[in-house]
């Protein structure tokens, strides 16, 4: 073993090296369902930057220090805290923030979200079919998105109101009918945060040839 370990050393430091820049500094996340749709769809393979919001011990939840203040509208990875898998969600209430939602439509400190529509298209879900989409601009506080909405698949359509309470985020998939998010999950605390995604770093269609969607790749999620 000594041996081995002498001969490798090399490899043995780069890897440690490459453990400790994925979990403390810099991460990819793979996009495995339509949660986020339209905005990240899957086969969208995501940048992460772990040093977004907080300065970790690496593979802990050890906050170190504070580099800077989750916003509304971020796209952030973080550990579910119903079940503790690595979800990716809209970052949309802050702390102090009254949120409901009403028919669908969202309202945070008595401000409600103004909807344009975009289109209407269809989405594969699952086994060869498709159901109709609405997809929408969500502008509220400052902040806009495109959301999308499946009348056919209609879930949590009223929501709240509640208050976050400090250190504690409401996260919403943009697939708002099609998404496990904080109606389902609850709030989720700062610790659990684990980066903010910057942009598509590569794609590929998983649900039907495979192929790679090129005009995606390295497209800005800001």
């Known amino acids: 073993m000594k041996k081995w370990i002498r001969e490798n050393r090399g490899f043995i430091v780069f890897i440690l090296l490459f453990g400790i820049f994925r979990t403390a500094i810099a991460d990819w ?11 990240l769809v899957e086969g ?13 011990v690496p593979l802990t939840d050890v906050i170190l220090a504070h580099l800077g203040d989750p916003q509304r509208g971020d796209i952030v990875t973080f ?22 939602m009403r028919a669908k439509q969202l309202l945070i400190n008595g401000v409600k979200a103004d909807y344009q529509l975009q289109d209407v298209a269809s989405e594969p879900v699952g086994n060869g079919t498709t ?27 009223n929501f709240g109101p509640i208050t976050i309470p400090a250190n504690r985020y409401l996260m919403l998939g943009d697939n708002r009918d099609n998404s496990a998010d904080s109606r389902y999950i609850g ?17 590929a269609n998983i649900l039907d040839n495979w192929m790679p969607r090129t005009d995606r790749f390295g497209k800005s999620l800001y």
């Open 29 to 39: 996340n793979p996009i495995p369902s339509g949660s986020m749709r339209p905005s």
């Open 131 to 157: 159901l109709p989409v609405m997809h929408l601009t969500e502008k509220l506080w400052g902040d806009q998105r495109t959301i999308q909405w499946m009348p056919d698949l209609s879930r949590a359509t």
């Open 187 to 203: 709030l989720v605390p700062r610790k659990a945060l684990i980066g903010r995604a910057e942009r598509i770093l590569v794609s």
């Open 44 to 56: 969208d393979v995501v940048f992460i930057d772990r040093l977004a919001y907080d300065l970790k």
């Open 79 to 100: 550990t579910s805290p119903a079940d503790g898998r690595r979800l990716i969600k809209r970052l949309v209430a802050l702390p102090g923030d009254v949120v409901e």
